[in-house]
């Protein structure tokens, strides 16, 4: 399988200076990208939602199975079945309250990583492709903190 | 900003051979991951939705502004402001209804992407992450095929 090589757009600006478990709610980032994409983001502040697609630069190595936050209420799972970072490729998405859009620079709340990580796409939240209405999940998800 | 590399997990096998816009609901596609992620799975069959993050490899280029699907009712947006695929990084997020899965083969349904496309990730759809109530979307947007 071939290498695919790609390159941030921007990094993020927060006070998240530490890995942590949930509670990210109230969390206000500021999103700044390549001034080469400035018009890339232009008419971003017609939604009221974003998807912020990023690269979780501090995992080193991936697992094949985990336990999910190490919570002794949930199961060994693969890897796959689970949001957890240590993936093959550490790629994470997050759906965000859009709150400002300047320039180069969008301001969201409740992005849950890290001060400086790279950012690789940022999709406006469209219902149409990303909400389902009747989706099941394991009972375990719920032990989680978000 | 630094180059980042990945290696796909894995491949689509289906019968869409040419792009289109829309009509996909139907589509039945199966991802089969390299076997040495097989046990990576473990526990994807208890969720009914997952969403996969793929590479769209067709893409040889991005834009900076772009007229979605090319459709006169829709003004010229950023393309960050849109989900088409000519993207700095052409990675895509689509989430599908999880039909079957097989030691290191899923079966999907609703999956938007050609024959033979690269996989990078497959997520379990969680609502607490994934769903959101009350978006807002410009109007174009329903002015779309999907």
Redesign the interface.
């Known amino acids: ?9 921007g990094f993020v600006k927060n006070n998240i200076k530490e890995l942590r478990f949930g509670n990210f709610a109230d969390e206000i980032s500021e999103i700044i ?2 001034e ?2 400035t ?6 502040e ?4 974003v ?1 912020i ?1 990023y ?1 979780m630069d501090k995992v080193k190595d991936y697992a ?2 985990h336990r999910p936050q190490g919570n002794p209420k949930v ?9 957890c970072p240590n ?3 550490p ?1 994470a ?3 965000v309250r859009l709150i400002e859009h300047k320039g180069n620079k969008i301001k969201v709340k409740g992005l849950d990583i890290l001060d400086g990580t ?1 950012i ?13 209405e ?5 009972d375990w ?1 719920n032990e989680l903190d ?1």
């Open positions: 399988m071939n290498e695919i090589n790609l390159k941030p757009i990208v390549d080469k994409f018009e890339a983001l232009n008419g971003i017609d939604y009221s939602h998807i697609v690269w094949i199975t199961p060994i799972v693969g890897i796959l079945a689970c949001r993936r093959p490729n790629i998405i997050t759906t790279p690789i796409d940022i999709k406006p939240y469209w219902p149409q492709y990303d909400k389902v009747d989706a099941k999940i394991p998800v978000f």
